[in-house]
């Protein structure tokens, strides 16, 4: 065999033996598959082919949508490395810039994203992307006035770019720090017991540590009345991590608990999870009543999903409930949602209206939405449940609430 012949031989047997679809020279190729994959939600393949191209072949394109993928899974640890390869290989690459902006976005590494954005956009002052997320990143590190500044200046280029409008309207909401909220909600039952009715009053003041919230509500029912004062507040704990901590009073403690105590602990987690766990402690001219919540959650593109169980002990054991919800986001404050619950509970226990509850099942939906200072919330729902003594009952609730940042 001469040595042309053994050479083609050898060539013929490497492509012969390379995995199928992942020859040197084929990265676009591997790209539009990979991309065809993730449209059909099969990312998890898309992944692998993309894992088994670099394993043969450096390409800093294939490279970029590898950790483009990985990001999107959620798996930022490993998205910031391919990234930056990316770039220690291409340091001008601005693509490369803007995906390990949002990683670094993404997973609370506000610091970051705002150095990156501030050195590319040296290069590339009028990259609308970079002007976007170097706003983002700014708004996070609480430098509100450069980030509007940066906003501004797209503006005046791109006057009706939508994004950018959402961004300085948040931020400007962000610079009210304070908000007040009146509600109004009535429940009726499908029994002829005594509809209840519930106005409240809030007054929410934000700071950089955390928000704080301050309630009078007052509820009708059986001809009663009863007020109850109530503070909530959510300080932030670590990276990642932040509570909410409740505490109540109602002086003639009619409808709802003389004293109330309450407490979670919300964990950022990877991949877009995250986790709280918590405690309810309810004291009436009766009995006392602690309930023990947990709360599994993810957020993916515009969607929040989330899991909560509620378990109440008592001397026959415990009684359990589980409420899942889907909630679309449309921007920043504007969404949608929808809940199904089931259990010995229709709700979280708040008033005398949902103790005594044997079984129980319940749909709620929600929207909140604003409109330049004004917020308007709206929701209603339907509950079937068994009560103590008193058999099957159905409850139809709607409610309505109009806030104001100052």
């Not at 005046?156 to 961004?167: G, H, I, T």
């Not at 909220?181 to 002829?192: A, K, L, P």
């Not at 409420?323 to 229709?346: C, D, K, T, W």
């Amino acid at each position: 065999m001469g040595l042309r012949r053994f050479i083609e031989f050898l060539l013929l047997l490497a492509v012969l033996t390379r995995p199928l679809g992942l020859r040197a020279d084929d990265s676009e190729d591997v790209i539009k598959k990979a991309r065809a994959l993730s449209a059909s939600k099969h990312r998890d393949q898309a992944i692998r082919l993309l894992e088994d191209y670099l394993d043969q072949s450096e390409d800093g394109d294939v490279r970029l949508v590898y950790g483009l993928m990985l990001s999107w899974e959620g798996n930022y640890d490993q998205a910031r490395k391919e990234l930056n390869t990316v770039l220690l290989e291409h340091p001008a690459y601005t693509d490369a810039a803007r995906a390990l902006v949002n990683v670094e976005l993404w997973s609370d590494h506000a610091e970051s994203a705002e150095e990156i954005t501030g050195r590319f956009l040296e290069r590339e002052p009028g990259d609308r992307d970079l002007m976007v997320q170097r706003a983002r990143a700014l708004r996070v590190l609480k430098r509100r006035r450069e980030a509007l500044t940066l906003i501004q200046k797209l503006l005046q280029v791109s006057p009706r770019d939508k994004e950018a409008l959402d961004l300085r309207e948040g931020i400007q909401q962000d610079e009210q720090a304070w908000r007040t909220v009146f509600s109004q909600s009535n429940t009726w039952f499908s029994d002829g017991f005594s509809p209840w009715s519930e106005q409240s009053l809030s007054l929410k003041r934000g700071s950089a540590a955390g928000s704080t919230l301050f309630r009078f509500s007052r509820a009708h029912e059986f001809g009663y009345s009863s007020d109850q004062m109530e503070v909530d507040t959510y300080p932030h704990l670590w990276k990642g991590a932040y509570a909410y901590v409740n505490g109540g009073l109602s002086p003639d403690h009619n409808l709802y608990p003389h004293y109330r105590f309450g407490s979670d602990v919300y964990q950022n987690l990877s991949h877009g999870w995250e986790a709280a766990g918590g405690f309810r402690r309810l004291i009436f001219s009766s009995t006392r009543i602690t309930v023990y919540t947990a709360l599994v959650g993810r957020y993916h593109a515009n969607w929040y999903f989330s899991g909560r169980t509620f378990i109440t002990p008592d001397d026959a054991g415990a009684s359990r409930s589980i409420q899942l919800q889907a909630r679309r986001y449309f921007g920043h404050e504007r969404y949608f949602s929808v809940r199904y619950g089931i259990g010995a509970s229709p709700f979280e226990i708040r008033n005398l209206n949902q103790i005594g509850v044997l079984n129980s099942q319940s749909f709620t939906s929600d929207m909140n939405w604003y409109i330049g200072k004004w917020f308007v919330s709206a929701s209603g729902g339907w509950a079937s449940q068994d009560r103590i003594n008193l058999g099957l009952q159905h409850q139809y609730n709607l409610g309505v609430s109009v806030a104001r940042k100052f």
